[in-house]
């Protein structure tokens, strides 16, 4: 993707103008925009057709490059493919989402259906359909909008008051205008309408902790009235992360068929919020974390281990705080390279700690570190931090599926294990069926011959034990996909 900034004089003048224009500058730029995004709605089927697009459904193929979250890091990165549907009924704030697939040592077949009081999160390989207390329509919709311009135009058309115009740029030779829009969720998105066909070609945003997101709309075709694009691209970072292909699209046809849970599917408990919370698993053993990540915290003799390196370790350290106030954090243990297991790192150096990773990941520790600085220790096989009772064993239980290199941490006198990315136990319910990233850990304990009772991961808030683990392998469904 060739993008070359001509121009950011809206942008410019909001920081720098005088207090005499300080009106006119922010009015222009609303003008511009609206006379923009008229432009845009027209070529995209027209304010009569995309008011009428009350539903839509889509089946595509997903191509994805595991940027930053590959066996190994650095290029090239993996690829794998997944199924995915998808059903909108805008008006009634209907949502039905599916991916099956296999990647990153998981094998997946998944659902979620956001209908009111309806709605549910399914798996089908494990049989089972959970309520969820809080459905979220805009959360879950979200990304199917962001890679649809017919949506993102629908969503200018409600919106058009809050959309700027910053600027124009070439993008491949072309030249385009550039709008904002803000959704009900998530950052604030740039919109690139190439200036002759006025069709949205590019947009862009920033997501921690993952950085420059870039999204390429291509070969666009009408469908009843509508221009739809057939191809999509997404890059992190400037590299290349999935690619859609659209298998079919349908406009304003009926979506009641797709939100009734099937009748063979197990009833469990409802999936709510996961709260962020501090939670004494052992004396002196804290699991601090929400909302999917998770991370624990080992008080030793004069200092502490904290173990996970998820987003949000500066909000669980600050808890940690609130437990063992006189303690500093000696110890910064990052389980694997993953783009989503690293960010802690900044907030690490920070606390001036010693972070604990693989030499094989230096380079990716320390870009997210953002500092030079960061003090590192690398390990290989297995290191003990602490003696006596109060240990904590690391060991690599690596190669996996999953990641060539990823560390465990074993306190032997708790018999806890803290894992990441390979015993991903349901929120509720009963264990989902082993993927194959479990087996190869389940494989990793035995040879080790850990004993313990307490198993915790970066994900989640449940403690599992081996009971849990050994039911997730004697699964139907674990066997039937090859998982064991």
């Known amino acids: ?141 979200g990304p199917t909008i962001r890679i649809t311009p017919a949506l993102l135009m629908k969503q200018l058309m409600a919106r058009r008051q809050t959309s700027h115009w910053l600027g124009e740029a070439e993008v491949d030779g072309r030249p385009h205008d550039i709008i904002t829009l803000v959704m009900e969720v998530g950052p604030a998105l740039s919109l690139y309408i190439d200036r002759q066909s006025h069709m949205l070609t590019r947009m862009e945003r920033v997501l921690p902790p ?17 221009a739809l ?4 691209k997404l890059f992190v970072n400037g590299d290349l992360n999935l690619v859609i292909d659209e298998l079919q699209q349908k406009i304003n046809t009926p979506v009641e068929q797709y939100t009734t849970v099937p009748s063979s599917m197990q009833p469990i408990p409802e999936v709510t919020p996961q709260d962020f919370a501090s939670n004494e698993i052992d004396e002196g053993v804290f699991l601090i974390g929400g909302n999917g990540a998770y991370g624990l915290f080992v008080e030793m003799a004069d200092h502490v281990v904290a173990i996970g390196g ?19 954090i ?35 520790v320390r870009a997210a570190a953002g500092t030079d600085d960061v003090k590192l220790q690398f390990v290989e096989d297995h ?29 032997p006198k708790e018999g806890i294990i803290f894992e990441a990315d390979h015993f991903p136990q349901a929120q509720t319910g009963p264990m989902p069926p082993a993927v194959p990233a479990t087996v190869a850990f389940a494989a990793a304990l035995d040879r080790l011959d850990l004993r313990y009772s307490k198993l915790v991961g970066a994900h989640s808030a449940r403690i599992g034990s081996p009971a849990d683990l050994e039911a997730m392998l004697a699964h139907p469904s674990a066997a039937a996909t090859g998982s064991r």
């Open 1 to 141: 993707m060739k993008r070359k900034i001509i121009l950011l004089v809206a942008a410019a003048a909001l920081l720098t103008g005088s207090a005499q224009g300080a009106d006119s500058v922010p009015l222009k730029a609303v003008n511009k925009a609206n006379e923009v995004i008229d432009a845009a709605i027209e070529a995209h089927g027209g304010a009569d057709a995309l008011d009428e697009l009350k539903t839509f459904v889509q089946e595509s193929k997903f191509t994805n490059h595991a940027v930053g979250q590959s066996r190994k890091p650095g290029k090239p990165w993996d690829q794998n493919q997944t199924d995915n549907f998808v059903a909108l009924d805008i008006e009634n704030e209907i949502f039905v989402g599916r991916v099956a697939g296999q990647g990153g040592g998981f094998t997946f077949d998944g659902g979620t259906i956001i209908n009111g009081e309806q709605s549910y999160q399914i798996d089908y390989r494990g049989n089972t359909a959970a309520p969820i207390a809080e459905p979220d329509y805009d959360t879950n919709s």
């Open 210 to 226: 993952f950085g420059q997101v870039e999204y390429a709309f291509l070969d666009y075709e009408m469908v009843d009235g509508i």
């Open 229 to 232: 694009n057939q191809r999509f």
């Open 310 to 328: 998820t987003q949000g370790a500066a909000e669980r350290i600050k808890a940690l705080r609130e437990e063992i106030p006189d303690k500093p």
């Open 330 to 364: 000696r110890y910064g243990v990052l389980t694997h390279h993953h783009s989503d297991h690293v960010p802690a790192t900044a907030d690490y150096a920070a606390e001036g700690t010693i972070v604990i990773t693989f030499k094989e990941n230096e380079e990716v």
């Open 383 to 411: 290191l003990t931090l602490g003696s006596g009772d109060r240990r904590v064993e690391l060991y690599n239980v690596g190669p996996t599926p999953h990641a060539e290199n990823i560390l465990i941490a074993y306190l």
